[in-house]
């Protein structure tokens, strides 16, 4: 059987030290690591947590989202693996993405559920009722994400530096232009 740890973090984890990013340098709020013996070793999802007053702040949520990318692009290429999870919970919202990394560096991010957390116990039912999307996501990351063998063919491909990242995000907020990350979200 294999260990596996859920983790706010408290300090910066090796794929963020690895990389000069920005966007990388502050550590993820949450991280899900194998345990093996005593040591946390590699690292198998990523998450990041905003309040539901933040929701509506779409460049926030797309950081946030791109951080995710980055940091499981990195973590298929420190650990040669396959696939990583990555989840964004935003209030009582979450969404779960795959990233594979079997693609020959190119680094799909996949949504692969979206669950409304229960904010009390009158809603547990609506939580119990997902059921279909909480087996989804388990049988995903324990098949692909923890009995994976590492990948020794893959291909590495640089990541983008901030200035190449800046170049693609839009800098300025638009309110009337819709955003792909909002639409759980409000």
């Not at 990389?19 to 990388?24: A, G, R, T, V």
């Not at 990523?46 to 951080?67: C, F, I, M, T, W």
């Not at 994400?145 to 990948?151: A, R, S």
Request: net charge positive; aromatic share 6%; charged share 20%.
């Amino acid at each position: 059987m294999k260990h596996v740890m859920f983790r706010w973090t408290s300090v910066a984890n090796d794929e963020c030290k690895s990389s000069e990013m920005s966007l990388l340098l502050a550590r993820p709020d949450f991280t899900i690591s194998m345990v093996i013996c005593t040591e946390i070793g590699q690292t198998v999802g990523y998450g990041e947590v905003k309040p539901a007053s933040q929701a509506l702040n779409h460049k926030l949520v797309g950081k946030d989202l791109v951080r995710l990318a980055l940091l499981a692009k990195n973590a298929i290429d420190t650990y040669r693996s396959k696939f990583v999870l990555s989840f964004l919970v935003i209030g009582h919202h979450a969404t779960l993405y795959l990233t594979d990394g079997t693609r020959n560096g190119f680094y799909p991010m996949v949504e692969i559920a979206h669950i409304q957390l229960p904010m009390s116990l009158k809603e547990l039912p609506l939580f119990i009722a997902q059921t279909d999307q909480l087996t989804i996501v388990s049988s995903a990351f324990w098949s692909l994400c923890i009995d994976q063998k590492m990948d020794q063919q893959s291909s590495l491909m640089p990541t983008l530096s901030d200035n190449e990242i800046a170049t693609i995000m839009d800098i300025r907020t638009n309110r009337k232009r819709k955003a792909n990350t909002s639409r759980h979200n409000h």
